[in-house]
Structure formats: C-alpha cells, structure tokens
C-alpha cells in the first residue's frame, strides 16, 4: 500500500495538499478540517471548498506498478461529478467519480489505464467543479493491491 492521505495509514512524507495552481478556492482548501459531526475524534479530511480543480503533489517519484487500485473516500457537494487524474510523465487519464452528494462514498478505482506510466507517478488532479458552490471532501487516498492467499511453501517437500 501506497497511502497519500488517511488518518489511518502511514503517509508518503513531504505532500502538498493544496499546491497554488492558480485554481479558485485555494484560499479556502483545508488539509486538517475536521467535519461537523466527528465529536473532535480528530479524524480530519482534505476540504476544497470553490472546487473547480485541486491538485496533490507528492514529495518525489512513485513507482505504483505492482498496486491494482487506487482507493478514496469523498463527499461531493452541490451537484458535482468530478474527476480524479493520476499524473506521471505519461498521459493524464481522467478517471469519472460518479455524484453521491450529501453521502460519503468509498471509491476503488482499478489501476488498469489509469495513468500513462505507473512506473514515475508524481501527483494527483481532481477536476470539474464550477469554481463557486460546488465542494469535495476526500479522505482515505491510497494506492493498494489484494493480499497474497496464503499457501504452501513450494520449496518445502513431505517426505
């Protein structure tokens, strides 16, 4: 597993939330809001409020080759049906998130086409808001493959 941001996961160190890419909203983005609700549990989420587009740069080149989805839980907020975009040196392939609004979602995506080259994977996009009312909120983002079936060791023989 490849976590970028959950509160109960080990995260890649050095990522930037909130990059200015001139998008609107960027004033307004919070990396540690805490939703109405969470009884001060401390479990935070990314808010981009005036989401028209927001982006997450990581902190260095990931190789997510071996990964077979990637995962994230997201609220969207008037209407929208945004996109998530997993930038590398290769094509930006955008992914569709269908509108759930009002509602936490939980989202795999399969890694099959999901970016032009697994191998040099560097940030994130998300895309399609009006720029005004429309908001996300996302939480648990992470790249993360099935677990082995245990088996049995063939290099060990009965005898």
Known sequence: MISIFSG?????????????????GFDSASSVYEPTG???????VLAYPNFNYQGVEFNGTYDISAMEFLHLDIWTVDGVAPNIA??????EIPNAIVN????WQSIDIPMSGITGNPLS????KFAGGNGSSQAIYVDNLYFWKTAAAPGTDATISAL
């Open 121 to 124: 994977v560097i940030q994130f």
């Open 8 to 24: 109960a996961y080990n995260n890649i160190s050095g990522a930037n939330y909130n990059p200015n890419w001139q998008q609107s």
């Open 100 to 103: 759930g609004d009002g509602a």
């Open 38 to 44: 969470s009884g001060g549990s401390g479990d935070v």
């Open 86 to 91: 997993v930038i590398s040196s290769g094509a």
